[in-house]
Nanobody, 120 residues
Framework: QVQLVESGGGLVQAGGSLRLSCAAS????????MGWYRQAPGRQRRELVA????????NYHDSVKGRFTISRDNAKNTVYLQMNRLQPEDTAVYYC?????????????WGHGTQVTVSS
């Protein structure tokens, strides 16, 4: 059994900052890529925000480049998302996911999400 638990969401004014954390736990061998996705109000699909491989290679959605930074602490099995200069259009439920590596393969798991609300 594996688990991803997000924290750090909340309400912030435009221009402010938040830092999201996502801690992974379970009986996996290791964790591969980790990422953050978001689902905005009224949208049916989650969109990629940022991903980071186990070697630290990162990828960002164009709308967050230069404002958001993804990082990870492999010793703690935790991925972070530092969000600066937040804008109202960043309002969404933010989900983390991770590739859990087991003896018989890799499974992708999701957290339950954390709400980020940016007021104008």
């Amino acid at each position: 059994q594996v688990q991803l638990v997000e924290s750090g969401g909340g309400l912030v004014q435009a221009g402010g900052s938040l830092r999201l954390s996502c801690a992974a736990s379970g009986s996996m061998i290791s964790i591969g890529a980790m990422g953050w996705y978001r689902q905005a109000p009224g949208r049916q699909r989650r969109e990629l925000v940022a991903t980071i491989t186990d070697f630290g290679s990162t990828n960002y959605h164009d709308s967050v480049k230069g404002r958001f930074t993804i990082s990870r602490d492999n010793a703690k099995n935790t991925v972070y998302l530092q969000m600066n200069r937040l804008q109202p259009e960043d309002t969404a439920v933010y989900y983390c996911n991770a590739d859990f590596v087991f003896e018989d393969g890799v499974d992708v798991h999701w957290g339950h999400g954390t709400q980020v609300t940016v007021s104008s």
